[in-house]
T-cell receptor
Framework: TQLLEQSPQFLSIQEGENLTVYCNSSSVFSSLQWYRQEPGEGPVLLVTVVTGGEVKKLKRLTFQFGDARKDSSLHITAAQTGDTGLYLCAGGDNYGQNFVFGPGTRLSVLP | GAVVSQHPSRVICKSGTSVKIECRSLDFQATTMFWYRQFPKQSLMLMATSNEGSKATYEQGVEKDKFLINHASLTLSTLTVTSAHPEDSSFYIC????????FGSGTQLSVL
């Protein structure tokens, strides 16, 4: 059974600080996706990484896929209150049909 | 990106009634859709995989007769919560695959 772990589970920081959240597994994934979910809404896709060692940047967010495609990290620079939410990672298989979700990191950015 | 529409966004019903939630892929065909349940401040819990033209695959512990799933077309899957009780109150979310996984906006079910 493929499992994804995320750390930390909860994170509360001040606006302007930097942070990194992690997504780890003992399994290899063909792709890995990061989502952000706000209360009362569905998750919104932030990025998909598919190549080992790949780094993608989305404004203040930097995503990295581990060389072995078993882990990923999300780094946020100069966090803003609008970054508050539940960050989920999901690993996909070769067929792009089966996804395994991590338990999420709940981020609170305080003004 | 692809769009998944989920309706209704919020429903309040009396105990014992049935509630249907619709999940539509608006600009792509989805042979597979997924249904999740989410409790407050927790992550997504996969309930079942909905397969177009065949029976849904339920996760362990999810009652098939309680949560009826129908995937009659390539763009529509429905989840019916039958004889709903207060413990069924939750946030239900669907998703569909179009190379990547896209989510509906969720349905908040409150059973009185």
């Amino acid at each position: 059974t493929q499992l994804l772990e995320q750390s930390p589970q909860f994170l509360s920081i001040q606006e302007g600080e930097n942070l990194t959240v992690y997504c780890n597994s003992s399994s290899v994934f063909s792709s890995l996706q990061w989502y952000r979910q706000e209360p009362g809404e569905g998750p919104v896709l932030l990025v998909t990484v598919v190549t080992g060692g790949e780094v993608k940047k989305l404004k203040r967010l930097t995503f990295q896929f581990g060389d072995a495609r078993k882990d990923s990290s999300l780094h946020i620079t100069a966090a803003q209150t609008g970054d508050t939410g539940l960050y989920l990672c999901a690993g996909g298989d070769n067929y792009g049909q089966n996804f395994v979700f991590g338990p999420g990191t709940r981020l609170s950015v305080l003004p | 990106g692809a769009v998944v529409s989920q309706h209704p966004s919020r429903v309040i019903c009396k105990s014992g009634t049935s509630v249907k939630i619709e999940c539509r892929s608006l600009d792509f065909q989805a042979t597979t859709m997924f249904w999740y349940r989410q409790f407050p401040k927790q992550s997504l819990m996969l309930m079942a995989t909905s397969n177009e033209g065949s029976k849904a695959t339920y996760e362990q512990g999810v009652e098939k007769d309680k949560f009826l799933i129908n995937h009659a077309s390539l763009t529509l899957s429905t989840l019916t919560v039958t004889s709903a009780h207060p413990e069924d109150s939750s946030f239900y979310i669907c998703s569909a695959v179009d190379e990547k996984l896209f989510f509906g906006s969720g349905t908040q079910l409150s059973v009185l």
